[in-house]
C-alpha cells in the first residue's frame, strides 16, 4: 500500500486548507485512514479517522468543530480529505496521512501499518 498525500502550505491564521491522500496498492479488507501531525521538536499526534465507509469518524479535541474528515472509497479509488478550517499558527505541523486495520489502532502510531511522505502545513500568525 502507497500513501501520496498534497494540499499542504503556508497560510494565514483564520485560513482555510485542505489535505488529501490517496491509497495505491491497497488492501482488500476494511481499513481506518486518517491523519497523524509532528511539530517541530514534539512528538507525533492523531489528529483524525475515519472508517472505510465513512460513516465513523474521531478527531482530537484540539481540532474538534474545525477540521473535518472524509473518505471517497470505492471499486477502483480510495482518497482520504482533511478540511482544516479557522487555522491556528499551533497547527503548524508536517501532516501524515496513515493507514490501520482499525480506527482504535489509528488513535496510537504503533497502530499504523502504512505511511504517507507528510505535507507541510504552516499557519502564520
Known amino acids: 500500500v502507497q500513501l501520496q498525500a498534497s494540499g499542504g502550505g503556508l497560510v494565514q491564521a483564520g485560513s482555510s486548507l485542505t489535505l488529501s491522500c490517496a491509497a495505491s496498492?491497497?488492501?482488500?479488507?476494511?481499513?481506518?485512514m486518517g491523519w497523524f501531525r509532528q511539530a517541530p521538536g514534539k512528538e507525533r499526534e492523531f489528529v483524525a479517522a475515519i472508517s472505510w465507509n465513512g460513516v465513523s469518524t474521531d478527531y482530537a479535541d484540539a481540532v474538534k468543530g474545525r477540521l473535518t474528515i472524509s473518505r471517497d472509497y470505492a471499486k477502483d479509488k480510495d482518497t482520504v480529505s482533511l478540511q482544516m478550517n479557522s487555522l491556528k499558527p499551533e497547527d503548524t505541523a508536517t501532516y501524515y496521512c496513515a493507514q490501520a486495520p482499525t480506527m482504535r489502532e489509528l488513535r496510537v502510531p504503533n497502530g499504523v501499518d502504512y505511511w504517507g511522505q507528510g505535507t507541510q502545513v504552516t499557519v502564520s500568525s
Open positions: 496498492g491497497r488492501t482488500f479488507s476494511p481499513n481506518a
